[in-house]
């Protein structure tokens, strides 16, 4: 079974872009959450999607948003990027439903540096 | 609102030794408790989880954790710890239920773990 995968690895943008990462979950699954993973500020929760409807998110800036397709692949959009953006962005899929909807399975994330 | 420290954020062992990191969180509602590894350049995985039942549990490369409601605490043991081992350990919470726990993990900190032979 694939693991949730996410592309592309790396990227490189400078200030005042904007860039789109994409995230395909397990087979099956149809929640997606994303994370920003920083020295500093470690591990924070972005949001999350179900079944094409964000039902949760952080405390991010409206800079950052995301969707959900039908076939439960996700996309992450940053806009006007700042320095403070770089970041590894990991994404997380679970089934979703049930007592059970902690995100457990990981992709290895897209590593953005910001110039 | 939930929070989660981990003690130590760095932990140097020599091969074949016992260890322990610490973890310790504060949430006002009942949790869930988790263990993450992530090696370089890698994201994470998960390496056990505390749902429900035994307040002990094990993951198969030989790692144990045991929730401690009293104390607040789940801290992961290993009797004895492989070069292979050297990674970041992150403890994880999770509200039981609820819309605000839709696929949020609050982490700690982090852990890393560095084995020497």
């Known amino acids: 079974k694939a693991g949730v995968t996410q592309t592309p690895r790396y990227l490189i943008k400078t200030r005042g872009q904007q860039v789109t990462l994409s995230c395909s979950p397990i087979?099956?699954?149809?929640?997606v959450s994303w994370y920003q993973q920083t020295p500093g500020q470690g591990l924070q929760f972005l949001f999350e999607?179900?079944?094409?409807?964000?039902?949760n998110k952080g405390n991010f800036p409206g800079r950052f948003s995301g969707r959900q397709f039908s076939n439960s692949r996700s996309e992450m959009n940053v806009s006007t990027l700042e320095l403070g953006d770089s970041a590894l962005y990991l994404c997380?899929?679970?089934?979703?439903?049930?007592?059970?909807?902690?995100?457990?399975?990981f992709g290895d994330g897209t590593r953005l540096s910001i110039l | 609102a939930q929070s989660v420290t981990q003690l130590d954020s760095q932990v140097p062992v020599f091969e074949e030794a016992p260890v322990e990191l610490r973890c310790n969180y504060s949430?006002?509602?009942?949790?869930?408790l988790f263990w993450y590894v992530q090696y370089p350049n890698q994201g994470l995985q998960l390496l056990l989880k505390?749902?429900?039942?035994?307040?002990l549990v094990k993951s198969i490369n030989g790692f144990e954790a045991e929730f401690n409601k009293s104390q607040t605490s789940f801290h992961l043991r290993k009797p004895s710890v492989h070069i292979s081992d050297t990674a970041e350990y992150f403890c994880?919470?999770?509200?039981?239920?609820?819309?605000?726990?839709?696929?949020?993990?609050?982490f700690g900190q982090g852990t890393i773990l560095t084995v020497h032979p």
């Open positions: 997380a899929s679970s089934p979703g439903q049930g007592a059970f909807n902690q995100p457990q399975h």
């Open positions: 087979s099956g699954h149809r929640s």
């Open positions: 999607y179900f079944s094409e409807t964000q039902r």
């Open positions: 949430s006002s509602v009942s949790v869930y």
């Open positions: 505390y749902l429900s039942g035994s307040t």
């Open positions: 994880a919470v999770s509200e039981v239920a609820g819309g605000t726990s839709y696929g949020k993990l609050t």
